[in-house]
């Protein structure tokens, strides 16, 4: 039970998917399958060891729900520190990808993922309530992927990724794309322990998102306004859009994109290899 917004995140299953293809210098896949002769796609499903309270009344008052999502959310943030420090020890650059359901984040990733080529290693966490549709998209598109199943719940949690990291393998030095549940509410609150979280936004919303939603706004490092190539049939102002999200996030970056048509891109995959830049940097440093 996630006592932040009251859906379930218990019986969450995760699915290993292999692409289609092998990945340039991926030791693990050969002909399109792993050398660990699992067979794919299965799936992995874990028993609980929460410690989550589940003796409160849900007729309790509320005053008695602030400390117990004070809790919930302190045992994800060091989780999800625990996953920050796997990753960077790896080299492993993250992003946690959310929107609303349809603003196109598994369209902007297929398309990412064919346009990097061989610039970098990906793979994908993907994140629904139910069905494999969308790792198996982006297996089609050339990236392992594991699908987490997250039931009734509408977010993916820091543990939730630990066990997906585990069945997922990420090489040394790759990429690696959390796409979140379709939700802008609760993935705000939820630290996965990406590197920056990426907000995808379509013009076939309203341009006053950022103001309805502005703790998702508030915790990006980036803003993808996609789906462009509908503005000229949509009522939606672009820099207004602009302006509300940087009303609640001053420094935020926002790109105009349109993962199906390709405008964009670039400077998208400009400000992914910029962030990569960026964790060899601080790498280097230490
Ligand atoms: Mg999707």
Same mark, same amino acid.
């Not at 650059?93 to 359901?101: D, E, I, K, R």
């Not at 790109?255 to 830049?277: E, F, H, Y």
């Given at each position: 039970?996630?006592?932040?917004?009251?859906?379930?995140?218990?019986?969450?299953?995760?699915?290993?998917?292999?692409?289609?293809?092998?990945?340039?210098?991926?030791?693990?896949?050969?002909?399109?399958?792993?050398?660990?002769?699992?067979?794919?796609?299965?799936?992995?499903?874990?028993?609980?060891?929460?410690?989550?309270?589940?003796?409160?009344?849900?007729?309790?008052?509320?005053?008695?729900?602030?400390?117990?999502?004070?809790?919930?959310?302190?045992?994800?943030?060091?989780?999800?520190?625990?996953?920050?420090?796997?990753?960077?020890?790896?080299?492993?650059?993250?992003?946690?990808?959310?929107?609303?359901?349809?603003?196109?984040?598994?369209? @902007?990733?297929?398309?990412?993922?064919?346009? !990097? *080529?061989?610039?970098?290693? &990906?793979? =994908? /966490?993907?994140?629904?309530?139910? #069905?494999?549709?969308?790792?198996?998209?982006?297996?089609?598109?050339?990236?392992?992927?594991?699908?987490?199943?997250?039931?009734?719940?509408?977010?993916?949690?820091?543990?939730?990724?630990?066990?997906?990291?585990?069945?997922?393998?990420?090489?040394?030095?790759?990429?690696?794309?959390?796409?979140?549940?379709?939700? @802008?509410?609760?993935?705000?609150?939820?630290? !996965? *322990?990406?590197?920056?979280? &990426?907000? =995808? /936004?379509?013009?076939?919303?309203? #341009?006053?998102?950022?103001?309805?939603?502005?703790?998702?706004?508030?915790?990006?490092?980036?803003?993808?306004?996609?789906?462009?190539?509908?503005?000229?049939?949509?009522?939606?102002?672009?820099?207004?859009?602009?302006?509300?999200?940087?009303?609640?996030?001053?420094?935020?970056?926002?790109?105009?994109?349109?993962?199906?048509?390709?405008?964009?891109?670039?400077?998208?995959?400009?400000?992914?290899?910029?962030?990569?830049?960026?964790?060899?940097?601080?790498?280097?440093?230490?």
């Amino acid at each position: 039970m996630c006592a932040t917004c009251g859906c379930g995140d218990e019986g969450a299953t995760i699915t290993a998917m292999w692409g289609h293809r092998p990945l340039a210098g991926d030791a693990r896949a050969k002909d399109g399958q792993p050398q660990s002769g699992h067979e794919h796609p299965h799936t992995h499903t874990h028993d609980h060891d929460h410690d989550h309270d589940h003796d409160h009344s849900h007729q309790n008052p509320p005053t008695e729900t602030i400390p117990l999502e004070q809790k919930v959310l302190a045992k994800n943030d060091m989780l999800a520190e625990h996953n920050r420090r796997w990753l960077v020890d790896r080299g492993i650059l993250a992003f946690n990808m959310t929107s609303s359901p349809g603003a196109g984040k598994t369209t @902007l990733l297929e398309r990412t993922i064919r346009n !990097l *080529g061989s610039q970098h290693r &990906v793979s =994908v /966490i993907e994140g629904d309530q139910e #069905t494999l549709l969308d790792a198996d998209r982006i297996t089609a598109a050339g990236a392992r992927a594991v699908q987490v199943n997250t039931g009734a719940g509408c977010h993916l949690d820091a543990e939730m990724i630990e066990r997906a990291l585990h069945a997922l393998e990420p090489d040394t030095g790759s990429l690696l794309f959390i796409e979140n549940v379709g939700n @802008l509410v609760c993935p705000a609150l939820f630290d !996965l *322990g990406e590197y920056s979280k &990426v907000v =995808v /936004i379509s013009v076939t919303e309203g #341009t006053d998102k950022p103001l309805k939603y502005p703790h998702m706004f508030a915790a990006a490092g980036l803003v993808l306004i996609n789906k462009i190539d509908l503005l000229p049939y949509v009522d939606f102002d672009l820099d207004l859009c602009a302006r509300h999200a940087r009303s609640v996030n001053p420094g935020v970056e926002i790109m105009p994109v349109s993962a199906t048509k390709g405008d964009g891109m670039d400077l998208w995959l400009q400000w992914i290899n910029a962030r990569a830049n960026e964790l060899d940097a601080t790498a280097t440093q230490v």
